[in-house]
Antibody, heavy 121, light 111 residues
Framework: QITLKESGPTLVKPTQTLTLTCSFSGFSLSTRGVGVGWIRQPPGKALEWLALIYWDDDKRYSPSLKSRLTITKDTSKNQVVLTLTNLDPVDTATYFC?????????????WGQGTLVTVSS | QSALTQPASVSESPGQSITISCTGTSSDVGGYKYVSWYQQHPGKAPKLIIYEVSNRPSGVSNRFSGSKSGNTASLTISGLQAEDEADYYCSSYTTPSTLFVFGTGTKVTVL
C-alpha cells in the first residue's frame, strides 16, 4: 500500500522560503517509471502542477515558477523535498505530494492528504 | 503553459449522462496520450478516475469513460449518482516544459 505524507510549516512570511517534505512508503523512488511530484491548490481554485522528480533524478518544473522551485529526493530516506523561494500571499494553498507511475500513464494514482500553507505577515 | 479549458459547471438529474470537455492544444492534449481525469470531493485529495485518455484504474466504476478527439478530451459519466457530485479536473502531459498541466476544473451538480 502506497502512502505519502506532507510536512512543513503552516504559516510563512512573505519573501521567506518554504521547505516541504514528502515522506512516503510502499514504493521505491529508484524503481524505473516512478516519480514523485508536488501539486498545489489555492483555496477555492484549481490544481496546479509545480514540480516532478523521476526515479532517474530527472526533474521537471512549472515554467512560471521554475526560477523559485527546487525539488530533490533522498531515496534512502524515502523522501522528496520541495523548496519555494520568495513567497508571496498568492502562494497560499494546499500543497499535495503525488505518486505517479508509467504503469498508469503517469496519472497521479496516490496523493498525500495535503498541507495548507498560508503566506502572511 | 496555460491551463486546459473546462466548463465551469455541469448539472444533470440522477440517472442521466453528462460529458465534460477539456480543451488544449497540439502541445498537450492533442499531442500525447497522457491525458488523465480526477474527481475531487470537498476537502479531499483528488482521485484518479481515467488515465491515458480512456483507461480506468482498478476499482473505478465503469460509469466513467474517457475519449479524445484532436485537441479536446472528454469525460463521460453515465447513470449519474448523487455521489458523483464533485469537482473534476483533466490533466495532460505538455511540452515544452515536459511536465503536466491541469484543466480549470468543472463542478458537477446532481440535481
Amino acid at each position: 500500500q502506497i502512502t505519502l505524507k506532507e510536512s512543513g510549516p503552516t504559516l510563512v512570511k512573505p519573501t521567506q522560503t518554504l521547505t516541504l517534505t514528502c515522506s512516503f512508503s510502499g514504493f521505491s523512488l529508484s524503481t524505473r517509471g516512478v516519480g514523485v511530484g508536488w501539486i498545489r491548490q489555492p483555496p477555492g481554485k484549481a490544481l496546479e502542477w509545480l514540480a516532478l522528480i523521476y526515479w532517474d533524478d530527472d526533474k521537471r518544473y512549472s515554467p512560471s515558477l521554475k526560477s523559485r522551485l527546487t525539488i530533490t529526493k533522498d531515496t534512502s530516506k524515502n523522501q522528496v523535498v520541495l523548496t519555494l523561494t520568495n513567497l508571496d500571499p498568492v502562494d497560499t494553498a494546499t500543497y499535495f505530494c503525488a505518486h505517479i507511475t508509467s504503469q498508469l500513464g503517469f496519472g497521479v494514482d496516490c496523493w498525500g492528504q495535503g498541507t495548507l500553507v498560508t503566506v502572511s505577515s | 503553459q496555460s491551463a486546459l479549458t473546462q466548463p465551469a459547471s455541469v448539472s444533470e438529474s440522477p440517472g442521466q449522462s453528462i460529458t465534460i470537455s477539456c480543451t488544449g492544444t497540439s502541445s498537450d492534449v492533442g499531442g500525447y496520450k497522457y491525458v488523465s481525469w480526477y474527481q475531487q470531493h470537498p476537502g479531499k485529495a483528488p482521485k484518479l478516475i481515467i488515465y491515458e485518455v480512456s483507461n480506468r484504474p482498478s476499482g473505478v466504476s465503469n460509469r466513467f469513460s474517457g475519449s479524445k478527439s484532436g485537441n479536446t478530451a472528454s469525460l463521460t459519466i453515465s447513470g449519474l449518482q448523487a455521489e458523483d457530485e464533485a469537482d473534476y479536473y483533466c490533466s495532460s502531459y505538455t511540452t515544452p516544459s515536459t511536465l503536466f498541466v491541469f484543466g480549470t476544473g468543472t463542478k458537477v451538480t446532481v440535481l
